[in-house]
């Protein structure tokens, strides 16, 4: 079963710096996917943050941009995202997602989402 597995949340004081990390387990078989990663903050909806695209172009949000950078591993299947001058406002659950394009397996069409982990920046 293919699933999403993010890592290296915790906490942080702002000016700080964080890196998390998402395995996109059983994607071998997937023709392509893009990756992203999204953050709900509470009582807040979901946003996009970044990602990368099957073909390897980038997209941030602008709150981010300059300050967030996001990269992947395509033989790994692994998706980062280094995050420095963290602020208050970056608190939130992060998740990784996966938008694919077909392949041998169910979750390699459509949207696929992981857990999340939680990023807490203090003042």
């Known amino acids: 079963q293919g699933r999403l597995v993010e890592s290296g949340g915790g906490s942080a004081q702002a000016g700080g710096s964080l890196s998390l990390s998402c395995v996109a387990y059983?994607?071998?078989?997937?023709?392509?996917?893009?990756m992203n990663w999204y953050r709900q903050a509470p009582g807040k909806e979901r946003e996009f943050v970044s990602g990368?695209?099957?073909?390897?172009?980038?997209r941030y949000a602008e709150s981010v941009k300059g300050r967030f950078t996001t990269s992947r591993n395509n033989a790994k299947n692994t998706l980062t995202l280094q995050m420095n001058s963290l602020t208050v406002e970056d608190t939130a659950m992060y998740y990784c997602?996966?938008?694919?394009?077909?392949?041998?397996?169910?979750?390699?069409?459509?949207?696929?989402w992981g857990r999340g982990t939680l990023v807490t920046v203090s003042s």
């Open positions: 997602q996966t938008a694919g394009y077909g392949g041998a397996w169910q979750w390699c069409f459509g949207t696929q």
């Open positions: 059983e994607y071998t078989s997937c023709r392509g996917f893009d």
């Open positions: 990368i695209n099957r073909d390897g172009s980038t």
